[in-house]
């Protein structure tokens, strides 16, 4: 049966960020993910986790700076001492919070800087990440995006992020994929998870359009779910959507998947 996390980040909107964590326990999550933490100490997080009975299981390294455009600092020459500084820093509290996997955000191409050269700097920015993460115990996933939303962000497509993982070398980066983003930029999605299923980290799901809730929207997620659990997947989908309404009436698409509130 297909396992479940709720993004705090997205969900219970309804609820300031410290609430959300006991509402997902009482919804009947038992692991989270919680993509931008760095605003508040660790020590705050975990007491929240542990308050709540979570586990944590994914974080996103920071964008950067909003101000300049940034969607992630890995794919950017020039940046690379900001790279590293933010490397340490999600490292630290993935470690420090239980989260085994990080999304390390490449970037979007700056203006007058060539695709290639910003591949050059992710893949040496990859290794470093895949080596140090390796030793601290959490894997590296890399996630397309789509054009739509990211406009100008570095990989877009599944074909595109394995070729990346491939030839930078990286032994400890894997996909992550994401149902929503893949729909809009190539679509066919049971086939598109299962021919990188050898490489595949993490899976997140929303629906499309509008990225609520699955059982709204133009894919048939119920037979995804089945097709996914019959695959042989055995890792988290993260529920990384926007509730059309209040976040726990929203979930009656997850009670055949074990997702029972309290």
Known sequence: ???????????????????????????????????????????????????????LILINSPAGDPARNDRGLAALPGRE????????????????????????????VPDGIAVEACEEVFAENLREASDTARAAGVRILLEPLNTRDVPGYLHTKTAHTRRLI??????????QYDFYHMQIMQGDLVEGLRSNLDIVGHVQVSSLPGRHEPQYGEVNFAYV??????????????????????????????????????
């Open 166 to 175: 491939e030839e930078s070398g990286a032994d400890n980066a894997y996909l």
């Open 81 to 108: 001492a900001d790279f590293r500084a933010s490397l340490d820093l999600t490292l630290e509290y993935a470690t420090s919070l239980g989260a085994g996997m990080v999304h390390l955000m490449a970037g979007v």
């Open 225 to 262: 779910f089945d097709e996914v659990d019959a695959m042989g997947y055995d890792g988290w989908i993260g529920c990384e959507y926007r509730p059309k309404g209040d976040t726990r009436e929203g979930l009656t698409w997850a009670l055949p998947y074990g997702i029972i509130p309290r």
């Open 1 to 55: 049966m297909p396992k479940f996390a709720a993004n705090l980040s997205m969900m219970f909107p309804e609820l300031e960020e410290p609430q959300r964590f006991a509402a997902a326990r009482d919804a009947g999550f038992g692991a989270v993910e919680y993509l931008r933490p760095y605003a508040h100490p660790i020590a705050e997080v975990r007491r929240w986790l542990d308050d709540a009975g979570l586990q």
